[in-house]
T-cell receptor, first 113, second 113 residues
Framework: NAGVTQTPKFRVLKTGQSMTLLCAQD?????MYWYRQDPGMGLRLIHY???????AKGEVPDGYNVSRLKKQNFLLGLESAAPSQTSVYFC????????????FGQGTRLTVV | EDKVVQSPLSLVVHEGDTVTLNCSYE??????LLWYKQEKKAPTFLFML????IEKKSGRLSSILDKKELFSILNITATQTGDSAIYLC?????????????FGGGTRLMVKP
């Protein structure tokens, strides 16, 4: 019963470093999403994917890149981390459009110093 | 620009009280509205609403959607300390490359014994 798994759970980066967050789902879902959550701001969509090999920009895409080479994985990359990217990152997946229930990962807490 | 606004930002009540949380939205191509509860980590799904005037109910929680006035409310009766959480409202709409979910900023509910 893995559902949606995010790795790592915590990470501290220095400004300018790069890293990749991995989201893996074992439910054969088509749709996958990356969100960031900052205090008092709810969840903001970074990028999303409606199927293997497709990606699209969300509300706050700048400074991030994504890839969906395999249906079960959705990677979020930070090429040159900035303190403004300190946040909690959530991945989610759903079988189809959001009218169906979405499943969230447990989050990755990223601190950029 | 798509917008989802929740009120109040935070709320402190005592056990047994009834609370009403509000969510108003302005989005293009509305598909559905979803409510989530977020305790320590990942949001968990509560309700999905697509039609006006039809109440969804689960135990002490209920929710209703008004598509004419563009808002939804989430009611919690006989609150318990376990209801303490952030409640997130999200609206599904059709974006450029597929469906997206836009979240409000959340309402932080604290229930005191």
């Amino acid at each position: 019963n893995a559902g949606v798994t995010q790795t790592p759970k915590f990470r501290v980066l220095k400004t300018g470093q790069s890293m990749t967050l991995l989201c893996a789902q074992d439910m054969n879902h088509e749709y996958m999403y990356w969100y960031r959550q900052d205090p008092g701001m709810g969840l903001r969509l970074i990028h999303y994917s409606v199927g293997e090999g497709t990606t699209a920009k969300g509300e706050v895409p700048d400074g991030y890149n994504v890839s969906r080479l395999k249906k079960q994985n959705f990677l979020l990359g930070l090429e040159s981390a900035a303190p403004s990217q300190t946040s909690v990152y959530f991945c989610a997946s759903s079988p189809g459009p959001w009218g169906t229930e979405a499943f969230f990962g447990q989050g990755t807490r990223l601190t950029v110093v | 620009e798509d917008k989802v606004v929740q009120s109040p930002l935070s709320l402190v009540v005592h056990e047994g009280d009834t609370v009403t949380l509000n969510c108003s939205y302005e989005v293009t191509n509305f598909r559905s509205l979803l409510w989530y509860k977020q305790e320590k980590k990942a949001p968990t799904f509560l309700f999905m609403l697509t039609s006006s005037g039809i109440e969804k109910k689960s135990g002490r929680l209920s929710s209703i959607l008004d598509k004419k006035e563009l808002f939804s409310i989430l009611n919690i009766t006989a609150t318990q300390t376990g209801d303490s959480a952030i409640y997130l409202c999200a609206v599904e709409n059709f974006g450029g490359a597929g469906n997206m979910l836009t979240f409000g900023g959340g309402t932080r509910l604290m229930v005191k014994p």
